[in-house]
C-alpha cells in the first residue's frame, strides 16, 4: 500500500500541480520570494501574481496546534483517534452532521475501536454532499501534498491511512508547515494550557488565552500555575498579573472566544461594582446574568489593558461559530457594532477581529476603514467559505487600509491540513488581485506590491515578530 512513496513528495506533487495550469488546485510554494517581481512578456495578471503569491512565505496568524510532541505520542485528549479521521475531526466533522449523517455514525466514524478502512465506508454515502465545501476541500489538498493521493475515495482510503501514518514523525511540523505549507511561522492559541511553552518557538509562537481569565475565574487553569489563592477580586487580578509578567514577553498577542456565549460588547466596568459579585461567583452562589456580564466585562478590561502594556494585540473571536446546531446568528449581527465600541473605548489597544465576522463581513470592512486600532484576521476564512473570503479581500483592499489586513491562519488542530487551507488562501488571494487587475480597480504594479504585506508583512508589524524571535530564542523554558 505504500508503494515506496516517500513521504512528503512535494515536487512530484508540485510539478503535478504546475502541469494542470492555470486550472490546477494549487499554486506550490516554491521559497521566499527573491529579487523585485515582475510580469513577464505575453503574462496575463493572473500568472504573474500566482508566480508571486506562491513564491512569498505566509504569516499564519491563528493555530490550535497541538504540541508536536502530542502528535508524536498520540497522547493528546485533542486526538479522539490516531488515524485519517482526525484530519476530518476539525472542521469537516460539522459538515459529515449537517449534511445529514446520523450521531451514531459519526461516533462510529471519529472511533479509535473502528477500523481505518472501514471509516470511509461510514463517510462514502455522505461525500458527494460535502467535498465541494473548504473543509473538505483543505483535507482533500493535505492528501495530495502531503501522500500524493489525487483524491478520497474507496481505491484511495488505504494510501491516505499509510501516509497519515508514516508522516508522523520527528520533524512533522517543520516539514509541514515550512516545507509544504510555505509557512514562515504560526501563531497558536492552545486549547490544552493558556499559553504553550512550545520547544519550537519561533514556529510555534503562542497566544495568552485570556477566555479563563475574564470569562470564568477558571481557577485549575489559571491560579494553580502561579500558585495564588484566590480569595476576592484582587486576587484574581493578581493572577491575571502573573501570566503577563510570566509569558507577556515571550507571547505575540492575547485571545478570547468569548463571542462563543455572549456578544463583545464589554462595558468599562470599575472593580468596586463587581468586588461582591465576583465572590459570590467564588462560593458558586447564584448572581443574575446582568451581574455575570458586568464581572465578564470587568475582567476582559483589566486583562486588555495589561495586553497593552506588554504591547500586546488584542485577538478577538468575531462571527460563525464553530460546531453545529446550536448558533444563534442574531447575536453574531451585533458583534462588528460590538467591534467599534471596543476601538472607541480604547484607542491605544490594537484589535485584531477574527474570522472576518462572517458572514458579516461588510459590516466590519466599516470598522476597520474609520477606526485606527481596528485589525482583520482572515483566519479560518478561505475554508469557512472560499468564495466569501475572495468577496471579502476584493472590497477590503478596494475600501480600507491594506496594512491592517492579515490574510491567513489555517485555525486547525491537526497540523496537515494546514497544508490545504494554505493552497487556498493563496488561490484566493491571487484571484481576488488578479480579479481588481482584470476589472481595473488596481493597476499591476500596485497589485504585485500589495502581496508581501497582506501575506506576512503585516503580521510582522503587527505582532513584532522580529523582536519576538529574538526574545523567543532565549526563552526560560528551552
Ligand atoms: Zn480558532
Redesign the pocket.
Known amino acids: 500500500m505504500g508503494q515506496g512513496r516517500s513521504v512528503f513528495p512535494r515536487r512530484a506533487v508540485i510539478k503535478g500541480s504546475a502541469a494542470a495550469g492555470a486550472a490546477g488546485v494549487l499554486g506550490g510554494f516554491a521559497g521566499p520570494a527573491s529579487g523585485a517581481p515582475d510580469f513577464h512578456e505575453g503574462d496575463d495578471a493572473f500568472a504573474a501574481l500566482r508566480r508571486l503569491v506562491d513564491s512569498t512565505p505566509l504569516v499564519d496568524t491563528?493555530?490550535?496546534l497541538i504540541e508536536e510532541k502530542g502528535r508524536l505520542t498520540g497522547k493528546s485528549e485533542r486526538i479522539k483517534a490516531d488515524d485519517w479521521s482526525f484530519l476530518v475531526g476539525h472542521y469537516l466533522d460539522s459538515d459529515m452532521l449537517t449534511c445529514g449523517m446520523p450521531r451514531s455514525d459519526h461516533e462510529t466514524f471519529f472511533s479509535p475501536e473502528t477500523d481505518p478502512l472501514r471509516k470511509w465506508e461510514l463517510l462514502e454515502p455522505y461525500w458527494p454532499r460535502i467535498r465541494h465545501t473548504g473543509y473538505a476541500q483543505a483535507v482533500e489538498i493535505a492528501a495530495k501534498r502531503l501522500y500524493g493521493v489525487e483524491r478520497l475515495c474507496r481505491e484511495t482510503i488505504g494510501r491516505v491511512q499509510d501516509g497519515y501514518r508514516k508522516a508522523v514523525k520527528p520533524g512533522m511540523y517543520e516539514m509541514v508547515l515550512r516545507e509544504v505549507a510555505g509557512i514562515e511561522s504560526c501563531q497558536v492559541?492552545s486549547l490544552e494550557v493558556p499559553f504553550s511553552e512550545s520547544p519550537q518557538p519561533a514556529l510555534l509562537m503562542q497566544d495568552i488565552s485570556i477566555l479563563g481569565l475574564h470569562m470564568g475565574p477558571d481557577l485549575d487553569a489559571y491560579a494553580t500555575r502561579p500558585g495564588i489563592e484566590v480569595h476576592d477580586l484582587s486576587d484574581w487580578h493578581r493572577v491575571i498579573d502573573w501570566w503577563f509578567e510570566t509569558y507577556g514577553p515571550f507571547a505575540v498577542a492575547v485571545?478570547s472566544?468569548a463571542a462563543y456565549s455572549r456578544n463583545i460588547d464589554f462595558e468599562d466596568v470599575p472593580p468596586e461594582d463587581v468586588e461582591d459579585v465576583f465572590r459570590k461567583v467564588l462560593s458558586k452562589d447564584v448572581v443574575t446574568p446582568a451581574d455575570e456580564k458586568r464581572l465578564q466585562d470587568h475582567l476582559f478590561w483589566y486583562c486588555t489593558r495589561r495586553a497593552t502594556e506588554h504591547d500586546l494585540p488584542v485577538k478577538v473571536?468575531t462571527g460563525y461559530y464553530?460546531g453545529d446546531n446550536h448558533m444563534p446568528l442574531g447575536r453574531l449581527l451585533g458583534n462588528a457594532d460590538a467591534a467599534s465600541g471596543l476601538c472607541r473605548t480604547a484607542p491605544d489597544t490594537r484589535f485584531v477581529f477574527?474570522?472576518i465576522n462572517y458572514p458579516f463581513y461588510e459590516d466590519l470592512i466599516a470598522v476597520a476603514k474609520h477606526y485606527t486600532n481596528c485589525y482583520v484576521d482572515m483566519?479560518?476564512a478561505w475554508i469557512l467559505s472560499p468564495v466569501a473570503a475572495n468577496r471579502f479581500l476584493k472590497q477590503y483592499l478596494v475600501t480600507a487600509p491594506a496594512n491592517k489586513v492579515l490574510t491567513f491562519?489555517g485555525?486547525y488542530i491537526p497540523v496537515e491540513p494546514v497544508v490545504g487551507h494554505a493552497a487556498l488562501a493563496r488561490r484566493g488571494i491571487t484571484a481576488a488581485l488578479a480579479g481588481l487587475v482584470d476589472e481595473g480597480w488596481l493597476d499591476r504594479e500596485g497589485a504585485l506590491a500589495l502581496v508581501d504585506p497582506i501575506m506576512r508583512g503585516n503580521a510582522r508589524t503587527l505582532f513584532n515578530l522580529e523582536a519576538k524571535t529574538a526574545a523567543l530564542q532565549r526563552a526560560p523554558w528551552l
Do not use: P, R, T, V
Open positions: 491563528h493555530e490550535h492559541n485571545k472566544q473571536h464553530a477574527m474570522h483566519c479560518w491562519g485555525d
